[in-house]
């Protein structure tokens, strides 16, 4: 060995030997409880069934270990002037539809006894743990609104708009308008503009009485730094031939609004404002549904989509 190497070798324990050990106080993070809660009301119909749901997903913040009592949580919501919703566990992605942004924690759901469901009923929940933390929220569903020619599904003329307007919906503080575009990437090939086969489009209408919203250009408006230019500006002329949608609006809450936070869909401001306390934090919100289906066609035997 060179005499340089002998040297390093020779010193290398001498400088541990030199070290002082720090004396270092490690802090255990507690798991802080998480509920997101909501109640919405569908409307019944043949074309989409019943669309009451009454879920809640449990996790808890990143720092502590996963919580392994979360499946064994009791969660009870109960209604004002009687009745009772048992929770029980279900699949994850009844709870989560992103299995890229798939959290840990447990999807309670209520099934079908949320048929009884109805816009203005005044709900608590009451979640309790094994070890006994609790957690506690209350919610009152707005009230039912009426979508103007309201039909299952409509035709609309390719390259062309029509605003879909609705009634007010008492109690609600806002309305989340939201689309799923299907079949874009096959219309849209002749044209060259790049587009997925399924395009969700997410917006809101920061208002109780703004209810009217232009389909399908003013739709997304919290997607658009997120899209293709080409196909933003191509969607503003309306759906191409042989395109379809799914088109939803929704009567919601203070609480929804308070909470709602993602990507660039952000009406709760620069934080969250929970409606869920005790033993943890969270949101119990509350919506009133209505959608219908709109097809981009000019073959006849579809009604056409009012005001188009």
Excluded: K
């Amino acid at each position: 060995m060179p005499r340089s190497g002998r040297w390093l070798a020779l010193l290398a324990p001498a400088a541990l030997w030199t070290c002082e050990l720090q004396e270092v106080t490690v802090v255990e993070v507690e798991t802080v409880l998480v509920a997101e809660a909501y109640a919405m009301v569908g409307v019944p119909s043949p074309a989409f069934g019943i669309d009451n749901r009454l879920w809640v997903f449990l996790g808890g913040t990143v720092g502590g270990a996963a919580d392994a009592t979360l499946d064994d949580a009791r969660i009870e919501v109960r209604r004002a002037g009687g009745g009772r919703f048992r929770l029980r566990p279900v699949p994850i992605e009844n709870c989560i539809s992103d299995r890229d942004r798939m959290r840990p924690g447990t999807c309670y759901d209520a099934g079908l006894d949320a048929i009884s469901l109805r816009p203005g009923d005044e709900l608590a929940l009451h979640i309790r743990m094994p070890d006994g933390r609790a957690l506690r929220g209350e919610t009152r569903i707005p009230g039912d609104f009426q979508l103007e020619g309201e039909i299952p599904e409509c035709s609309l003329t390719p390259d062309t708009s029509f605003e879909v307007r609705w009634t007010q919906s008492e109690g609600a503080a806002a309305y989340v308008n939201e689309t799923r575009i299907d079949g874009l990437d096959e219309a849209l090939a002749p044209e060259e503009i790049p587009a997925p086969d399924e395009l969700y489009l997410l917006g809101l209408s920061i208002s109780a009485s703004d209810t009217t919203i232009v389909f399908p250009g003013e739709f997304g408006v919290f997607d658009r730094f997120d899209l293709d230019q080409a196909l933003t500006v191509r969607l503003q002329r309306g759906l191409p031939d042989g395109a379809a949608a799914l088109v939803g609006i929704s009567a919601v809450d203070e609480n929804y609004v308070n909470w709602a936070r993602g990507g660039n869909f952000n009406p709760s401001g620069q934080v969250r404002i929970p409606s869920v306390r005790g033993d943890g934090t969270g949101v119990f919100a509350s919506m009133v549904m209505r959608r219908f289906a709109v097809f981009a066609s000019s073959e006849p035997g579809v009604p056409a989509c009012l005001g188009s």
